[in-house]
């Protein structure tokens, strides 16, 4: 499977409109994939973004004709029912055809409680919840008239008319082995995030072959997708800088323990500021960039998505795509 590169649209940090300016222009620099985060509130109050994901990405494949498109990730079981995730994903599959996924996650109650007051799962109702979200909306895409009892959700002959006339791929997130293990089985690939050591990426795709198999299904034929936290700027101290609009994702999880807000969050996340840098490649060197994604491309994830922290974005994303995207193209393509 061939490695393909990609850029993370930040919808926590910009607005839309901003949003598809940065995923066009990256687009034109070579890279060939945008990912979009689905939020309802952001990781920051003050000055923070949290445009709709579903418009957006319908913009975003008629501004750009050749850029693939997924969500990394959109969760289909609480503030969405996953027959409005099957029919807003037809409709873009039929505005993009081959060029759109869905991924997909057991989410946050950072979005989910404060869009309809409801008590926010936990994790096992959670994952019981997405594998029959995963099971109606591939229903929904295939059949008609689909009427659905399951222990979550219901559809009474419903009917998805514009379908798409590929099928759209569904990439489940995991950070542990059962999230895995659900990918294999019901998905189509996994989604996971850097910076969290060798071992674990090692069980993960170890319990989605398990997963695979057990249902199966062929291991190799499913993506594996990571997004690779980078911050480069050919000065050192500049790319360090850069990442403290990303201090959130330094706290430990005793420190998100209690933070159900944005306001909360960010509170939290200016403590960190100092460590921000510590989750993300921080570069001045292309090659350093190379020799920081090795380890991942080597344990066999295919499709690389940068994740960018600056603020001043279309200058870091200049950089990147004019002095480390080569040396990545040269080295995997």
């Given at each position: 499977?061939?490695?393909?590169?990609?850029?993370?649209?930040?919808?926590?940090?910009?607005?839309?409109?901003?949003?598809?300016?940065?995923?066009?222009?990256?687009?034109?620099?070579?890279?060939?994939?945008?990912?979009?985060?689905?939020?309802?509130?952001?990781?920051?109050?003050?000055?923070?973004?949290?445009?709709?994901?579903?418009?957006?990405?319908?913009?975003?494949?008629?501004?750009?004709?050749?850029?693939?498109?997924?969500?990394?990730?959109?969760?289909?079981?609480?503030?969405?029912?996953?027959?409005?995730?099957?029919?807003?994903?037809?409709?873009?599959?039929?505005?993009?055809?081959?060029?759109?996924?869905?991924?997909?996650?057991?989410?946050?109650?950072?979005?989910?409680?404060?869009?309809?007051?409801?008590?926010?799962?936990?994790?096992?109702?959670?994952?019981?919840?997405?594998?029959?979200?995963?099971?109606?909306?591939?229903?929904?895409?295939?059949?008609?008239?689909?009427?659905?009892?399951?222990?979550?959700?219901?559809?009474?002959?419903?009917?998805?008319?514009?379908?798409?006339?590929?099928?759209?791929?569904?990439?489940?997130?995991?950070?542990?082995?059962?999230?895995?293990?659900?990918?294999?089985?019901?998905?189509?690939?996994?989604?996971?995030?850097?910076?969290?050591?060798?071992?674990?990426?090692?069980?993960?795709?170890?319990?989605?072959?398990?997963?695979?198999?057990?249902?199966?299904?062929?291991?190799?034929?499913?993506?594996?997708?990571?997004?690779?936290?980078?911050?480069?700027?050919?000065?050192?101290?500049?790319?360090?800088?850069?990442?403290?609009?990303?201090?959130?994702?330094?706290?430990?999880a005793e420190e998100k323990t209690d933070i159900h807000g944005p306001l909360e969050m960010q509170h939290a996340a200016e403590k960190a500021e100092d460590r921000a840098h510590t989750r993300f490649i921080v570069a001045d060197d292309p090659q350093a960039v190379v020799e920081g994604i090795?380890?991942?491309?080597?344990?066999?994830?295919?499709?690389?998505?940068?994740?960018?922290?600056?603020?001043?974005?279309?200058?870091?994303?200049?950089?990147?795509?004019?002095?480390?995207?080569?040396?990545?193209?040269?080295?995997?393509?």
């Amino acid at each position: 499977m061939a490695i393909t590169f990609g850029y993370k649209a930040s919808a926590e940090q910009f607005g839309p409109r901003t949003l598809v300016n940065l995923s066009v222009q990256a687009v034109d620099a070579g890279l060939q994939t945008v990912a979009v985060s689905d939020h309802f509130q952001g990781w920051k109050h003050d000055g923070g973004h949290a445009p709709n994901v579903l418009p957006w990405l319908g913009a975003l494949v008629t501004e750009s004709p050749s850029v693939t498109v997924g969500t990394s990730v959109l969760t289909p079981t609480l503030r969405y029912h996953p027959s409005i995730i099957a029919q807003a994903f037809g409709t873009l599959g039929c505005l993009a055809p081959g060029r759109v996924w869905l991924g997909v996650g057991t989410g946050e109650s950072l979005n989910e409680t404060p869009a309809t007051a409801a008590e926010f799962p936990g994790v096992k109702e959670r994952r019981m919840r997405l594998q029959e979200a995963l099971k109606l909306i591939r229903l929904l895409w295939t059949e008609e008239r689909v009427t659905f009892e399951g222990e979550y959700y219901q559809t009474q002959n419903a009917t998805i008319y514009d379908k798409p006339d590929q099928q759209i791929p569904i990439h489940v997130a995991a950070g542990g082995p059962l999230a895995a293990k659900l990918a294999g089985r019901a998905g189509d690939g996994m989604i996971v995030t850097s910076g969290k050591g060798e071992e674990l990426y090692t069980t993960l795709l170890d319990a989605m072959a398990e997963g695979a198999e057990a249902a199966g299904r062929d291991p190799e034929t499913l993506d594996r997708i990571i997004e690779i936290k980078v911050s480069y700027d050919r000065d050192l101290d500049t790319a360090r800088e850069a990442c403290k609009p990303w201090a959130a994702l330094a706290l430990t999880a005793e420190e998100k323990t209690d933070i159900h807000g944005p306001l909360e969050m960010q509170h939290a996340a200016e403590k960190a500021e100092d460590r921000a840098h510590t989750r993300f490649i921080v570069a001045d060197d292309p090659q350093a960039v190379v020799e920081g994604i090795r380890p991942y491309a080597e344990l066999g994830l295919r499709q690389l998505i940068f994740h960018l922290p600056s603020d001043d974005q279309s200058a870091q994303l200049k950089a990147f795509t004019d002095d480390v995207l080569p040396v990545l193209q040269a080295e995997y393509l």
